[in-house]
């Protein structure tokens, strides 16, 4: 048998002290065995200047989107068409997806897809739903323009100020005005300027997304929107639901539009007065004003005293705003009374004698208002 010199020996221990000491000064090495990943403290920093690539689930969710439009547009352009429930249930579920992803980049995306100019019809209505996001689409561009709402506010509003500055489309127009609303664009004159334009668009005045956009001026509330729907020449039916939404939500706003603009219809000035609210005293001088003003027609003070106070209001969900809810119970009551009181001293003026059968109407009819809400 062959013997092993001492050296042999030798060379064996050193070997393990050598092993040993690797094992101790490398533990990465171990977690790649186990599966476990190494501590986030010891990657790495990125170096200044350098790019960061995106995340592998942000370039997931970009090409997703890109593939879920590609798909909408063949799929649209089928032999039979979808329905419109079909049609309805995929789009929805898509933004539902899509409000999912990262809101930058859905922005950024979105506004690569209407560059494109690329559109397929739907055969749907233009539909407002529930938080002003859209229940009916047009057209797949519109929809791609309901999508950005959920997006970053800041790069949604630069995606729909380009579109706005070239859109032929009144649904598309009504649609990106939406997230100008939702970045305070309001506030910087910009809303206003863009309610302007579309309201000297004579040619949009039957899609469905110009009626929408009327409801822009309540969404703005100034002063200066009440005017531009007074002085507006368009659809008479649109013009009075715009008016009266406006009122009822902003009486204060319209009463200076009203004393600003004399070129008003007078039985529309007549029923927008109707809508001003006796508990204030700036607005209950200005109804006593507009009664006892003795250029007042017989026929306008009856349209008036026939209405007043008028709290009607409309319902149904809004692009730009919440639903018009103006009046509530309790102000309804309080409103009663201050207008029963006075509705009694015009009753008791002689100088009114010639409105007293419409005054007596009226009081009576207050009177029983009030009895009612004890």
């Known amino acids: 048998m062959k013997i092993r010199s001492p050296w042999w020996g030798f ?35 990125p170096q200044p200047g350098a ?8 370039r997931s969710d970009g090409t997703r989107i890109e593939s879920d439009w590609e798909e909408l547009l063949q799929w649209l352009e089928t032999d039979p068409k979808p329905s419109e429930e ?28 209407l560059e494109t100019g690329r559109d397929t019809a739907t055969g749907m209505k233009f539909r407002v739903g529930l938080h002003g996001f859209l229940n009916g689409w047009p ?7 309901d999508a950005l709402v959920a997006a970053d506010p800041e790069t949604a509003a630069a995606v729909a100020k380009r579109l706005l500055d070239g859109t032929k489309s009144p649904d598309e127009y009504a649609v990106a005005l939406r997230s100008l609303t939702r970045d305070g664009s309001g506030s910087s004159g910009e809303l ?34 009440a005017a531009r729907l007074l002085r507006w020449t368009g659809n ?45 005293p700036e607005q209950l001088a ?20 026939k209405s007043f106070p008028l709290r009607s209001a409309t319902t ?33 003026d002689p100088a009114l004698e010639a409105m007293r059968a419409d005054l007596l109407a009226l009081r009576k009819r207050l009177g029983e208002w009030v009895e009612q809400a004890k």
């Not at 064996?12 to 065995?33: H, T, W």
């Not at 309805?88 to 992803?101: G, N, P, V, Y």
């Not at 334009?197 to 929107?225: C, H, M, N, P, V």
Request: proline share 7%; no cysteine; aromatic share 6%.
């Open 192 to 225: 206003p300027a863009r309610f302007q334009y579309l309201l000297e668009k004579q040619e949009w005045q039957t899609s469905g997304g110009f009626a929408e956009t009327l409801d822009l001026a309540r969404t703005i509330g100034t002063r200066d929107a």
């Open 51 to 58: 790019s960061e690539e995106p995340l592998p689930a942000t």
């Open 316 to 348: 149904g969900h809004r692009l730009y705003s919440d639903s018009p809810a103006p009046y509530q119970m309790d102000r309804i009551a309080a409103g009663d009374r201050a207008a029963l009181a006075l509705v009694d001293g015009w009753a008791a």
């Open 286 to 305: 200005a109804l006593d004003e507009y009664l006892r003003d003795p250029a007042r027609t017989a026929e306008d003070a009856s349209v008036f005293l």
């Open 139 to 145: 057209t797949l561009r519109v929809f791609l323009l």
């Open 11 to 45: 060379m064996i221990l050193a070997g393990a002290i050598f092993i040993a000491v690797r094992s101790f000064d490398s533990p990465e090495a171990d977690r790649e065995n186990t599966g476990v990943a190494p501590s986030p403290a010891r990657r790495s920093a």
């Open 236 to 280: 008479p039916e649109l013009k009075s639901m715009a008016l009266h939404e406006f009122a009822a939500d902003h009486p204060a706003e319209m009463l200076e539009s009203l004393r600003l603009e004399a070129a008003v219809d007078p039985l529309v000035r007549a029923n927008l007065m109707a809508r001003l609210d006796p508990q204030n």
């Open 86 to 113: 079909q049609i309805r249930k995929r789009l929805l579920a898509t933004r539902s997806a899509w409000a999912e992803m990262d809101p930058h980049l859905l922005a950024e995306t979105i506004g690569r897809l």
